[in-house]
């Protein structure tokens, strides 16, 4: 069973996604009787505004919503990107399946501001937390999961040392890396 918590961050998850794709859609109307490239052709201005209301409470809505998360401390934000966890510990697959389910995925640091934002969700709960990095085909090299290089990376003194038997990454209370077997239970962080 879902926690409220959990219930809450896929709301903010749907609503992010919808709100997300609204406002790039060039179809959604501008300030009302002002028809251009941001109206909707050839409807009257009473639709075209009852949209655009639609959309700005949904703004404010998805904006309550996450000031409200991260005030709790159940997201963190780096640039336009979105972190939270569930606060459950599993394994790898585990991981990226609730993630996946909950319309994220698994979090990786694509910079120094996410690698700090996720930091800052596993120093929350004391826990190491798996990241969307596994090794790839050559033993040692590490990828984030949809095949692309690493271009950040921050690991721990001396690692990775697995020498190819430890396949997925987890990161420390301090921010560094380790790589690990995928079958340990470390902290579920996803990336919205």
């Given amino acids: 069973m879902l926690s409220c918590s959990s219930y809450i961050l896929i709301a903010l998850a749907a609503l992010s996604v919808t709100c997300h794709a609204l406002s790039k859609c060039p179809e959604v109307p501008g300030p009302?009787?002002?028809?251009?490239?941001?109206?909707?052709k050839g409807l009257p201005d009473s639709l075209a505004t009852k949209h655009h209301n639609a959309l700005a409470n949904l703004k404010h809505r998805l904006l309550r919503l996450e000031a409200v998360l991260a005030l709790n401390g159940k997201i963190t934000k780096a640039g336009e990107e979105m972190f939270a966890?569930?606060?459950?510990?599993?394994?790898?697959?585990?991981?990226l399946q609730s993630c996946e389910k909950a319309g994220g995925t698994l979090a990786a640091p694509k910079n120094e501001k996410e690698n700090k934002a996720i930091m800052d969700i596993v120093k929350q709960y004391n826990q190491y937390a798996y990241l969307s990095i596994?090794?790839?085909d050559i033993s040692g090299?590490?990828?984030?999961?949809?095949?692309?290089?690493?271009?950040?990376?921050?690991?721990?003194?001396?690692?990775?040392n697995g020498k190819g038997k430890e396949k997925c990454v987890e990161m420390y209370t301090?921010?560094?890396?380790n790589d690990k077997k995928c079958n340990m239970d470390r902290l579920t962080v996803c990336r919205f």
């Fill in 32 to 40: 009302p009787g002002i028809h251009g490239r941001n109206s909707l």
């Fill in 141 to 160: 090299q590490f990828k984030y999961l949809n095949g692309m290089a690493l271009h950040y990376i921050n690991w721990h003194k001396h690692e990775p």
């Fill in 134 to 136: 596994r090794m790839g």
């Fill in 174 to 177: 301090d921010g560094t890396w």
């Fill in 85 to 95: 966890s569930n606060g459950q510990r599993t394994h790898f697959a585990s991981a």
